[in-house]
């Protein structure tokens, strides 16, 4: 199949196949699942954020009638591990942190686990965690992580240092940058604790098979935690079965391990099959959230508007526990100077323990939080030297070819242009201001990666087959999180071999029958299991076309697959059934299926200290532009206008591809507005969704999609991801639009109507 | 714990007296079901009214609408009688947590919840209202006096609101009615005012004022009233009392606002208000 | 522990009348799911925040998660399934799977019993009304916009229906 071939179902904006059983409510969710005889697992919290354990009795709790098992940290076979997330490669580097299932001698944060009970009953469940009594000793904790790096600070993990990981990005020399420079802007910038907030609670299920494995079904975006939980079992890997569902929401909040490990302890123990389902209340309280930073940004730049240097300082709260902080934190790093031109760089960024809740994966990983203050800082370059904010990040936009900061090439083509000119285009006219309303239009531009970082040598496979009457198969480890992952798969496979999307089936997300396609994070699974899809989808075209072509007589180059047909191109009217040349292959004994590998540039780094290299496999680049109506007396923002412009690479679906770029405006919309998780000594003061604000219906302007379509992606035909690429740049762009709107500048994340009524007053108050 | 569904309100009262403090009254629930969820409250009998014949009504006579104690804050929302009578009351309804909770939420609820932020509290401080209570007997407080504290009103463990009484709104009386809260919907307010007033010209015979969220209650502004009342509106006396009203509240910080922060948008939605007003 | 005292209940679901023994405190959304077996009646909060669990009583779309079983005796309820099914799909459900209005699903019930319960009552609505009457279903995934579009095009479509019927 050549490029000129036209395509006949990528691109186009069709329904997913999952979409039709969530409309009709059949779509089985973690939560919906049962199974006679099963138990109701809970979970015992910490309720200090920083205590030691002097004893837990368990055995009043034990004693209550319906109650089969109540376990503490001694009663887990291995409590201590290391957090792995998928990657079969072993990184070192202090890329893996400490997991520990179970609250021992201390709890580190508010919300950490420390016992479980499995009842008959939810209610007798509750009740027993009711009659467990823990004693506690409340010790002093660290909550601020710069107060947690100084050298007396308490520790928060005994026997290791509060700050995780230190890492630099230098080129050129910044002193001599910034000497260089005529406008040099310095600010500190903060962002504030995010959680995920996906509709779905944490949940799942799991049992004994009736041959002895582990069987878990949950809400995941790993189901190769299957080790991991295997590992906290003390048993072999292949006892250990996951089954991921389709996921009511994920954006990383379910790529570490939630309920498995829990789960697969209590069915364990009891021999029965368990079920486990956070409470809103306790999702908020116990599962991972995004890094607050705190960020020192200073950049230099010509009079003209060509940028000198950037020295920046980032610090990451990672909360009582690694997990995926240095991760995190090496995103930021390769972000921190963000898509520009810029001679002399040097970043410097720690992550740093706290007892607060712990923070790890959150769609963008890292980069939407530099892209605030290096779009800020942008704004504030353009106002000092007089240009437009577009004219002035134009001027510095790298371009293919150009290296990052960190010396990584970019050899795909960068769009940066003309996503920043369309988005300035549909900006249009601008609205009129009314009463106390001003009005203000920012906008920001961002990178973020897809694909995992190229040292975790990140592979993924897909199994396609076709079965007797031309019905095709696919099977692929892929968890769906409502990203349209399966249906992409789909949709590559029937385009390959000329069948309607309807008869594609596809199994995914089984640890034990579909074969491993890595983890639903990173925007890697178009990019992974869509290249590992295509390349198998071939080879089961080209098995089919060389077998027509024999029974027809005709080149194989000439034929092609359309509608269940294999057809002459030539239009000598000469076809076959597919069916009937997939039963001449079968009686052949010809393999009907192929299973693909598909394996991402694999690079090693030279040392993990300093960031150099290559280390991402590509990137996605887009603008966002925000039109914003500001009450200069309330400080209310309504944003009016929220257009989105990225270069997809190639729009498999074009209805997914809106959806996550108009989704993730929004993401990004209640970042900049309304969304905080507010911590207080540790103590979470926002513990529900009437406290922690999610954009409503009532708050969205209508998300303006414009894609371009470079065709240079690394993903099959072309494609770039875009899941967490469509969050990155909308904070700078509101932000931006505010400061165009009243003339003030806020620095920390979200721009509370507080804030603005604030930093007005503290003008008026300087003249 | 017991259910019991009574069947008039003889039974109610008669389940009250002889339950006390074991009993809780359950309307539309909106309140009562997340205490419960949070095990905030553990009652051993839930007495629910919600299927109540009798209760649910909008009425009107010559100077008064008559609102039962189950009408739901939907039903105030839609009601024409209240649109034209007392549209302050419609418009606080409107914007009352979100469309589901509406359907739901009974206006009895809202206020016997007493909430410092309750919604249709603080246009029926504004609109005078009486809240029928009925114990041992029956009997009218002013809503003024009706709240107590955070939480606290005047009713006690055997009674409970059957009627808000909403005396109709003079044709000629101006009123407004602002929230301000962190979103569109699903938003505890951080203030809310509601204003109403009867001119003459640009003299004020008559101004009543309730605020939200700016005290341990839902409060009357009883000093900008006096300001106002019996006095020619000019923009300096506005002025004066967009200054004074930070004296007459006492707001709380909270995750939501700052005292200070409730303090002076007290004033930007006073000032609002009577704008509206005297347009 | 002390055993909850249990009460019987009657509930017309989806146009069948269904039985069960249940406690007080078990709201409409828990009896609906674990003693019922409709789970596509979600829960995203339990307490109100988010509409996920969305129903129709006795017409009107609320929170099952803040309505007690026993409050919903003898009253009709509608989940999603009682909406349409593939045989008979709804055309909000065609609207939502065609316009992509659905992304993790997660809300999707919720969203459309509660859009069926504005058309039921306003067959017209515009943009600003459909926003308004979802604005106690939260959706994290799609930003709302195709939620919208969705409702919209389900508006338009069940009104041109009612017009040729005539």
């Known amino acids: 199949m050549n490029e000129k071939t036209e395509l006949r179902i990528i691109g186009k904006p069709i329904p997913r196949h999952d979409a039709w059983e969530k409309a009709f409510g059949l779509t089985c969710y973690a939560a919906d699942f049962s199974l006679p005889g099963m138990l109701y697992g809970k979970v015992l919290r910490s309720n200090y954020p920083s205590a030691r354990i002097l004893s837990v009795n368990t055995s009043r709790a034990e004693r209550l009638k319906g109650v089969k098992a109540v376990l503490t940290a001694k009663d887990v076979p291995r409590n201590e591990s290391v957090t792995r997330f998928g990657q079969t490669h072993v990184v070192g580097g202090g890329f893996e942190g400490l997991y520990r299932v179970l609250a021992d001698r201390k709890v580190h944060f508010m919300g950490e686990a420390v016992a479980l009970v499995a009842a008959e009953a939810e209610e007798i469940a509750e009740k027993a965690l009711e009659l467990i009594r823990v004693d506690y000793e409340p010790l002093p904790g660290i909550f601020d992580p710069i107060e947690a790096m100084k050298p007396d600070a308490?520790?928060?993990?005994?026997?290791?240092?509060?700050?995780?990981?230190?890492?630099?990005?230098?080129?050129?020399?910044?002193?001599?940058?910034?000497?260089?420079?005529?406008?040099?802007?310095?600010?500190?910038?903060?962002?504030?604790f995010?959680?995920?907030?996906?509709?779905?609670?944490?949940?799942?299920?799991?049992?004994?098979?009736?041959?002895?494995?582990?069987?878990?079904?949950?809400?995941?975006?790993?189901?190769?935690?299957?080790?991991?939980?295997?590992?906290?079992?003390?048993?072999?890997?292949?006892?250990?079965?996951?089954?991921?569902?389709?996921?009511?929401?994920?954006?990383?909040?379910?790529?570490?391990?939630?309920?498995?490990?829990?789960?697969?302890?209590?069915?364990?123990?009891?021999?029965?099959?368990?079920?486990?389902?956070?409470?809103?209340?306790?999702?908020?309280?116990?599962?991972?959230?995004?890094?607050?930073?705190?960020?020192?940004?200073?950049?230099?730049?010509?009079?003209?508007?060509?940028?000198?240097?950037?020295?920046?300082?980032?610090?990451?709260?990672?909360?009582?526990?690694?997990?995926?902080?240095?991760?995190?934190?090496?995103?930021?790093?390769?972000?921190?100077?963000?898509?520009?031109?810029?001679?002399?760089?040097?970043?410097?960024?720690?992550?740093?323990?706290?007892?607060?809740?712990?923070?790890?994966?959150?769609?963008?990983?890292?980069?939407?939080?530099?892209?605030?203050?290096?779009?800020?800082?942008?704004?504030?370059?353009?106002?000092?030297?007089?240009?437009?904010?577009?004219?002035?990040?134009?001027?510095?936009?790298?371009?293919?070819?150009?290296?990052?900061?960190?010396g990584q090439i970019l050899e795909r083509h960068v769009a940066l242009q003309e996503t920043t000119e369309k988005v300035i285009e549909a900006l249009e006219e601008r609205t009129l201001p009314s009463g106390q309303m001003r009005i203000g239009r920012g906008i920001a531009s961002g990178m973020t990666s897809y694909g995992r970082m190229v040292f975790l040598h990140d592979t993924s496979r897909s199994h396609v087959s076709i079965e007797m009457d031309g019905s095709v198969t696919i099977r692929a480890g892929i968890q769906d999180i409502g990203g349209g992952q399966a249906s992409s798969l789909c949709q590559i496979t029937a385009e390959i071999l000329g069948v309607p999307i309807e008869d594609i089936k596809i199994y995914i997300a089984d640890t034990a029958l579909t074969p491993f396609a890595g983890t639903t994070t990173a925007t890697r699974q178009l990019y992974m299991s869509g290249n590992a899809t295509l390349m198998a989808a071939l080879e089961v075209r080209k098995v089919l076309v060389h077998k027509a072509a024999g029974m027809l007589g005709i080149d194989p180059e000439s034929l092609d697959l359309v509608d269940r047909e294999v057809i002459d191109k030539e239009g000598t009217g000469k076809s076959l059934p597919l069916k009937e040349v997939v039963r001449a292959c079968a009686s052949?004994?010809?393999?009907?299926?192929?299973?693909?590998?598909?394996?991402?540039?694999?690079?090693?780094?030279?040392?993990?200290?300093?960031?150099?290299?290559?280390?991402?496999?590509?990137?996605?680049?887009?603008?966002?532009?925000?039109?914003?109506?500001?009450?200069?007396?309330?400080?209310?923002?309504?944003?009016?206008?929220?257009?989105?412009?990225?270069?997809?690479?190639?729009?498999?679906?074009?209805?997914?591809?809106?959806?996550?770029?108009?989704?993730?405006?929004?993401?990004?919309?209640?970042?900049?507005?309304?969304?905080?998780?507010?911590?207080?000594?540790?103590?979470?003061?926002?513990?529900?969704?009437?406290?922690?604000?999610?954009?409503?219906?009532?708050?969205?302007?209508?998300?303006?999609?414009?894609?371009?379509?470079?065709?240079?992606?690394?993903?099959?035909?072309?494609?770039?991801?875009?899941?967490?690429?469509?969050?990155?740049?909308?904070?700078?762009?509101?932000?931006n639009a505010v400061f165009n709107a009243i003339g003030v500048r806020i620095y920390d994340l979200p721009l509370t109507p507080e804030k603005i009524v604030k930093a007005l007053k503290e003008k008026k108050d300087m003249g | 714990m017991e259910y019991i569904r009574p069947q008039n309100l003889k039974e109610i009262l008669h389940l009250m007296k002889q339950w006390k403090k074991k009993a809780t009254l359950i309307a539309g629930g909106t309140n009562v079901i997340p205490d419960l969820r949070a095990r905030a409250i553990r009652p051993e009998v839930l007495i629910d009214i919600s299927q109540l014949k009798g209760l649910s009504y909008i009425k009107e006579d010559k100077k008064k609408i008559h609102i039962g104690a189950l009408t739901t804050v939907s039903e105030l929302a839609s009601s024409k009688i209240i649109q034209k009578w007392a549209p302050l009351l419609s418009e606080a309804a409107n914007q009352l947590g979100n469309p589901l909770v509406r359907n739901r939420a009974t206006i009895a609820g809202n206020l016997a919840d007493g909430s410092p932020a309750a919604d249709t509290a603080v246009p029926l401080l504004a609109l005078e209202a009486i809240i029928v209570i009925q114990g041992g007997k029956e009997k009218q407080v002013p809503i003024h006096q009706f709240f107590v504290g955070p939480n606290q009103t005047v009713l006690k463990r055997d009674e409970m609101i059957k009627e808000v009484i909403v005396p109709k709104c003079n044709p000629n009386a101006k009123t407004a009615y602002f929230k301000l809260g962190l979103r569109n919907s699903m938003a505890v307010s951080v203030v809310s005012i509601a204003v109403l007033m009867e001119m003459e010209k640009t003299f004020c015979k008559k101004a009543r004022i309730g605020?939200?969220?700016?005290?341990?209650?839902?409060?009357?502004?009883?000093?900008?009233?006096e300001m106002l009342e019996n006095h020619e509106l000019t923009e300096r006396l506005l002025r004066a009392c967009c200054e004074t009203i930070g004296k007459e509240i006492s707001p709380i910080s909270d995750i939501r606002a700052s005292k200070e922060y409730r303090t002076e948008m007290a004033s930007v939605l006073l000032k609002r208000v009577m704008k509206r007003v005297t347009q | 522990m002390k055993v909850s005292k249990t009460y019987p209940l009657k509930l017309n679901v989806n146009g069948e009348w269904k039985k069960a023994e249940v406690t007080p405190r078990e709201t409409l959304l828990h009896?609906?799911?674990?003693?019922?077996?409709?789970?596509?009646?979600?829960?995203?909060?339990?307490?109100?925040?988010?509409?996920?669990c969305a129903v129709l009583l006795d017409g009107k779309p609320?929170?099952?998660?803040?309505?007690?079983?026993?409050?919903?005796?003898?009253?009709?309820?509608?989940?999603?399934?009682?909406?349409?099914?593939?045989?008979?799909?709804?055309?909000?459900?065609?609207?939502?799977?065609?316009?992509?209005?659905?992304?993790?699903?997660?809300?999707?019930?919720?969203?459309?019993?509660?859009?069926?319960?504005?058309?039921?009552?306003?067959?017209?609505?515009?943009?600003?009304?459909?926003?308004?009457?979802?604005?106690?279903?939260?959706?994290?995934?799609?930003?709302y916009k195709k939620i919208i579009e969705a409702i919209e095009e389900a508006a338009l479509k069940l009104r041109r229906t009612k017009n040729d019927r005539r």
């Open chain 1, 154 to 192: 308490p520790l928060v993990q005994e026997g290791r240092p509060n700050i995780i990981t230190h890492y630099e990005v230098v080129k050129g020399d910044v002193k001599m940058g910034f000497s260089e420079a005529d406008i040099i802007v310095e600010n500190t910038y903060r962002v504030p």
């Open chain 1, 194 to 406: 995010v959680d995920h907030a996906y509709l779905e609670p944490e949940s799942g299920m799991a049992w004994i098979d009736e041959d002895g494995v582990i069987t878990i079904r949950v809400s995941t975006q790993v189901i190769e935690h299957f080790r991991g939980i295997a590992d906290v079992l003390n048993l072999p890997h292949n006892r250990v079965r996951v089954i991921g569902t389709y996921v009511g929401g994920g954006f990383g909040g379910k790529e570490d391990i939630t309920v498995e490990a829990f789960l697969a302890l209590l069915t364990y123990k009891t021999g029965r099959p368990v079920k486990l389902t956070y409470t809103r209340e306790e999702s908020i309280l116990s599962h991972s959230k995004r890094h607050p930073y705190v960020m020192i940004y200073k950049t230099g730049a010509k009079k003209d508007g060509r940028l000198t240097a950037l020295e920046a300082k980032l610090v990451s709260d990672a909360g009582a526990y690694v997990y995926l902080s240095p991760w995190v934190l090496l995103y930021s790093m390769v972000n921190a100077a963000g898509p520009y031109r810029i001679p002399h760089v040097k970043v410097d960024g720690y992550t740093v323990l706290t007892n607060n809740t712990f923070t790890s994966a959150n769609r963008g990983f890292g980069a939407p939080q530099v892209c605030f203050a290096y779009e800020s800082q942008m704004d504030e370059l353009a106002r000092r030297t007089g240009l437009e904010p577009e004219k002035i990040r134009m001027m510095n936009y790298l371009e293919k070819g150009e290296a990052l900061a960190t």
């Open chain 1, 588 to 735: 052949d004994g010809v393999p009907l299926y192929h299973v693909a590998l598909f394996k991402a540039p694999f690079r090693n780094i030279a040392q993990f200290e300093r960031i150099e290299g290559q280390v991402f496999p590509d990137f996605t680049f887009g603008t966002h532009g925000a039109e914003v109506a500001v009450d200069e007396e309330t400080g209310r923002i309504q944003v009016l206008k929220l257009i989105s412009s990225f270069d997809v690479g190639r729009a498999i679906n074009r209805l997914s591809v809106e959806g996550q770029i108009e989704g993730g405006a929004i993401y990004g919309m209640g970042y900049s507005l309304t969304e905080e998780v507010i911590l207080n000594q540790g103590i979470t003061m926002t513990p529900s969704f009437s406290e922690y604000l999610l954009p409503t219906s009532m708050d969205v302007p209508d998300v303006e999609t414009i894609l371009i379509e470079s065709g240079d992606g690394v993903g099959p035909f072309g494609a770039k991801g875009v899941g967490e690429p469509s969050v990155c740049s909308v904070a700078p762009a509101i932000a």
């Open chain 2, 211 to 225: 605020c939200g969220a700016v005290a341990p209650k839902p409060i009357r502004a009883y000093r900008i009233e």
């Open chain 3, 31 to 52: 009896v609906m799911r674990e003693r019922l077996s409709h789970t596509e009646v979600k829960e995203g909060c339990g307490k109100g925040d988010c509409g996920a």
């Open chain 3, 62 to 143: 609320v929170n099952a998660c803040l309505t007690l079983a026993l409050q919903a005796d003898g009253q009709r309820v509608v989940t999603l399934k009682g909406i349409g099914t593939p045989d008979k799909p709804h055309p909000l459900q065609e609207s939502f799977i065609k316009k992509g209005a659905i992304q993790c699903g997660f809300c999707s019930a919720g969203m459309i019993v509660t859009a069926k319960g504005l058309l039921d009552k306003n067959p017209k609505p515009s943009r600003e009304e459909i926003g308004k009457a979802i604005s106690g279903n939260l959706c994290r995934c799609t930003g």
